[in-house]
């Protein structure tokens, strides 16, 4: 496997970083998710725009063009030989000292991952996930904005374990007021007649692509989107849940802490949505040959 580094193609076990990278140390820097679909970088531009503006917000420049940095994708997915991979574009604040100061960090580290996922077994997407909500709270939005795709991923990580404990697949996490937020790596909608409904980012979730590509499609399955607060007891008595995010794409859920979501048996809006998505998926975003 090739790994794009600082610049380089060099293989997986060259793939090294400092012990002193302050992306290691503190979790200083950012990343993103993407996919390709038989070598079409789905939402490439809005991926690359999130990246840069994460960056921005925690005053980390990134040492290369927007044009570079899709140049650099493409260039590893080509010498990986990939038509369907999982992209991870990392840039942290490079090498510095043991202490805290950004200033020590002269310059970033930016790497690219690309390689194969698998977020859930496929007879989860045809059955429909069983979720649980955890005990601990999304990040306060005024003290680490989630619109910033950060590297400190802890706050998820425990909601993840407390899953895990749970025997269950994911973790649907409430923001400090008790309001639905997101679970941990995915975005949730729900579906109560003819309205799509998911919470607002402003309450601790993430502004997905893959969410925004779901409130684009709505219309055209004659669903009314809203972004609007939501609490347990509105998902309990949805008619449909489901999560959307770049790793998972649309996977249904059928049950909350053991209520029964709907019929418990995935959807018509949320199939519907599923075939129009994998459609988007082969027209929207940057091709490349092999």
Do not use: W
């Not at 990986?80 to 999982?86: G, S, T, V, W």
């Not at 003290?143 to 910033?148: C, D, G, R, W």
Request: hydrophobic share 40%; proline share 4%.
């Amino acid at each position: 496997m090739k790994i794009y580094l600082n610049g380089k193609l060099v293989e997986k076990q060259d793939a090294r970083l400092s012990v002193f990278d302050h992306g290691l140390l503190y979790g200083d820097g950012v990343f993103e998710g993407i996919r390709s679909y038989n070598c079409l970088v789905f939402k490439l531009k809005e991926h690359i725009d999130r990246l840069y503006s994460s960056a921005q917000a925690i005053v980390l420049k990134i040492p290369m063009a927007k044009d570079a940095m899709i140049k650099a994708i493409v260039t590893t997915l080509k010498a990986n030989k990939l038509r369907d991979a999982y992209i991870r574009v990392v840039v942290t604040r490079g090498e510095g000292d043991l202490g805290l100061d950004p200033r020590k960090c002269k310059s970033p580290t930016v790497f690219v991952i690309t390689d194969k996922i698998v977020l859930y077994p496929k007879e989860l997407y045809e059955k429909g996930l069983s979720i649980v909500t955890v005990p601990t709270p999304r990040n306060l939005p005024e003290a680490l904005n989630p619109q910033i795709k950060s590297l400190n991923y802890l706050n998820n990580i425990l909601a993840k374990i407390e899953a895990i404990n749970f025997n269950a697949e994911e973790a649907l996490m409430l923001n400090q007021n008790g309001l639905v937020a997101e679970c941990t790596g995915d975005n949730v909608f729900m579906v109560k007649g003819s309205y799509l409904i998911t919470p607002p980012t402003s309450i601790g979730a993430l502004a997905g692509i893959t969410r925004q590509t779901v409130l684009d499609l709505s219309s055209k399955l004659k669903l009314k989107a809203q972004e609007k607060l939501i609490t347990r007891y509105d998902l309990f008595n949805a008619d449909e849940v489901f999560l959307t995010g770049t790793a998972a794409e649309i996977i249904p859920v059928v049950s909350i802490d053991r209520r029964i979501i709907g019929s418990g048996k995935p959807g018509k809006a949320t199939l519907n949505l599923i075939k129009e998505f994998h459609k988007v998926t082969k027209t929207e975003g940057v091709r490349y040959a092999l």
